[in-house]
């Protein structure tokens, strides 16, 4: 049954970080904002990520430099709008003599730490790792190395507070729901959205923005739109396995094809081990990690390591799809990281901009750069705000994380350690909001498995539109790593039998 919804103002199609950072920003200057979502915030390219916000050292091989210059910028903004699920991370970087001389890593890492200003993060130290304990898991045939500094961040989250905070802003965000075709009538968009239960939609919008990924080229169909630039799909897989080594330090390996593969320290007791880089043509939605590209990532670490890893180690791998900006690049590993806009506006028509490419570092400086653009046409507000308000939990009372923990701490005694740690990192200076009038774990209700209570996923429902045991045990958290055999099932039953958050 098709039903007419209210007009709007701007309607973003896509809910990963670009589309959830236009949503923000553009709710943030007075807009009616629809964003639709046909999964889950944050289900395919955002949640699939290495989860880092960094400046890309690798590109400067490519004179990627205003790419880098933006990206680290943005590192030092985001730590200050969510520090909580942002925080510093040490990068070791290994020599590889055969692979590229001293100097040259020298002069990158010079130009990584002086490209941007750095307010907080340390800059480069040259290690011997015969006397640096960060060499004690490295393999003897690595002598000497490098340390820098960027920045981890829990991406999934980072779409979802995107999302809530544009909600609060005025937008409305609606997941399950996709769009079916658009056609430009009386100076406005007229969408038809199609809804998980079958039904539809009609809504009226003064303009559209595409921030599909992956999806950017059907969107455009759907709205019976030519594209005038390109995209091209890539495939990046990780493993993670058993924690490798001890200590909160990241490495960064040198391949033999010139690429770059991380191993970080992951969820408190394992590694994570990505990224891979291969050409893909298929469904976005079915991407996953192949046995090649597990014996890759096994074989770079093993060739670096003390210990190798082995295919058998795995306990969890994912694979995600990028849409990068088509710049002619021969090689996968090669291709931009930059993004483009295409921007259809003809005179007396409802404008369209579809996004191509981008990294989630720089999808603040995105979102800014779509409104620069579609704010003229629109009669909306040319400010641009989204780098000085925290994002929601991000206000830490302007305590370093460690210090507001502890006050955390003593606010809420009765919660195990392992627990508030987790809840804060997850929700910052939401918690209090979350925990409510509980005083003892017996009122946070029913635990599903993980420490995963009633009361949370009551939150997760009504305030960051989780509907299913995936939503919650692998983008609004990894509790999936954590929890015993059998929570997911037992959490979709519990699901099922209450009705969903309205």
Excluded at 173 to 184: C, H, K, P, S, Y
Excluded at 258 to 278: A, N, W
Excluded at 396 to 420: I, K, S, T
């Amino acid at each position: 049954m098709d039903q007419h919804g209210q007009d709007y103002d701007l309607l973003v199609v896509g809910g990963g970080i670009n589309g959830a950072g236009i949503a923000r920003d553009a709710a943030g200057r007075g807009l009616r904002v629809l964003l639709v979502e046909k999964g889950d915030l944050g289900g395919a390219t955002s949640s699939a990520s290495s989860k880092l916000i960094h400046g890309g050292l690798r590109y400067l091989e490519f004179y990627e430099f205003r790419l880098v210059r933006e990206a680290l910028a943005e590192r030092e903004v985001l730590l200050s709008l969510a520090p909580h699920i942002i925080w510093p991370m040490r990068f070791v970087l290994p020599h590889r003599p055969e692979m590229r001389p001293r100097w040259m890593i020298r002069a990158g890492l010079f130009l990584y730490d002086h490209l941007a200003r750095r307010r907080s993060l340390p800059g480069t130290e040259s290690l011997d790792f015969a006397s640096h304990p960060y060499g004690q898991p490295l393999s003897s045939r690595l002598a000497h190395g490098f340390a820098y500094s960027d920045c981890w961040v829990e991406d999934a989250r980072l779409v979802v507070l995107n999302a809530r905070d544009a909600a609060r802003r005025g937008a409305t965000i609606r997941v399950g729901t996709a769009l079916a075709e658009a056609r430009r009538e009386g100076g406005r968009w007229v969408a038809r959205l199609a809804l998980d239960d079958g039904g539809t939609e009609t809504v009226a919008v003064r303009a559209l923005v595409n921030a599909a990924g992956p999806w950017v080229m059907g969107v455009l169909d759907a709205a019976g739109a030519k594209p005038r630039e390109r995209i091209r799909l890539t495939k990046g897989s990780h493993i993670v396995v058993p924690r490798l080594y001890e200590g909160e330090q990241a490495y960064i390996l040198q391949t033999d094809d010139k690429r770059v593969v991380f191993v970080i320290p992951y969820e408190g007791r394992f590694s994570l081990i990505g990224t891979t880089d291969v050409p893909y043509d298929g469904d976005p939605a079915a991407a996953a990690i192949d046995a090649a590209e597990t014996e890759y990532l096994c074989a770079e670490v093993s060739r670096q390591f003390r210990a190798p890893v082995s295919p058998g180690q795995v306990v969890w791998s994912y694979a995600g799809v990028r849409p990068l900006h088509d710049d002619g690049a021969v090689a996968a590993a090669a291709v931009t990281r930059d993004y483009a806009f295409d921007l259809d506006a003809p005179a007396g028509e409802a404008p369209a901009l579809s996004v191509f490419g981008g990294k989630i570092t720089t999808y603040r400086r995105l979102a800014e750069h779509a409104m620069q653009k579609l704010a003229p046409l629109l009669g909306a507000g040319t400010t641009s705000w989204t780098g000085r308000e925290p994002l929601p939990g991000g206000d830490l009372g302007g305590l370093g994380f460690d210090a507001w923990l502890a006050e955390m701490a003593r606010q809420y005694g009765w919660l195990p350690a392992p627990l508030l740690r987790r809840l804060a990192r997850a929700y910052g200076s939401e918690l209090p909001a979350l925990l409510g009038d509980a005083r003892a774990m017996a009122d946070m209700g029913e635990d599903l498995g993980g420490g995963l209570t009633a009361r949370e996923i009551a939150w997760l429902m009504s305030e960051e539109w989780a509907r299913t045991a995936e939503d919650m045990l692998w983008r609004r958290s990894k509790l999936g790593l954590h929890a015993p055999p059998g929570t997911a099932q037992r959490l979709a039953l519990w699901l099922a039998e209450r009705p969903a958050a309205g």
